[in-house]
């Protein structure tokens, strides 16, 4: 007799419900498979295979470089490793500002290649056609407010977007005009935490804050700064819960040494 390992997964249901029960919900980026599984198993409710991969895996000053081609090989990675949580693949800069048309393909080329579960995008009225039309080809989409770092030449710098008031009331618009166009969810960064909680309470679907306070519906960090394998960037915002550069340095110096002193491999690491 086999036993049965039923495994629930989060959908989108999921996670509408976890919003009108108060559930806070938990997201993180992963790009690879190895930890994609740990996070999955650890219990992580989504991962986004973010665009942030521009930097921390590529080594790039901005997410602009990344294509389509490469988000789809770390979603693809990240779809191997897990079971249970809900996978969002960022559309990378290129893929859907243009028109709706290649805005569509691109997602599509994401769900069919990778196997993931939703895509998210940048932006709010100006992309309202392409989440439309995403939307009614039944894939789910995730908006994304506030500092948009695909924008980040139009800003200037990284700073907290929406502090004045034209800013705040552009975003107090788009934030409908996503859930009207059928969004199941809005990641809201580097905002005030007062308009984060104004939009998180007027909003029937989850809002996801990065830098934008406790009253947003769920969290969403990368994964190398909550790990502390980038020790550069400590924003305000960033709570780092392990510090892996140090452990890494001190493990692969161990290694270095006792490769030098012949320590390694002794006896009983050999054949
Ligand atoms: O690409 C990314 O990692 C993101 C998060 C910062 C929300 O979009």
Redesign the pocket.
Known sequence: MSISKEVKKVTTHTLKNMKASGEKISMI?AYDYSFARIFDHAGIDII?V???ASNVMAGNET?LPITLDHMIYHAQSVLRGIDRCFVVV?LPFGSYQSNSDIALASAIRIMKETGAHAIKLEGGEEVIDSVKRIVSAGIPVMG?LGLTPQSIYKFGTYSVRAKEDAEANKLRKDVKFLEKAGCFAI?L?KIPADLAKEVTRELKIPTIG?GAGGDCDGQ?L?MHDLLGINTEFKPRFLRQYLNMNEQITGAVRQYISDVKSKDFPNKNEQY
């Open positions: 980026t986004l973010g665009d942030s997410t960022d994304h990641v960064e990065i969403v990368v």
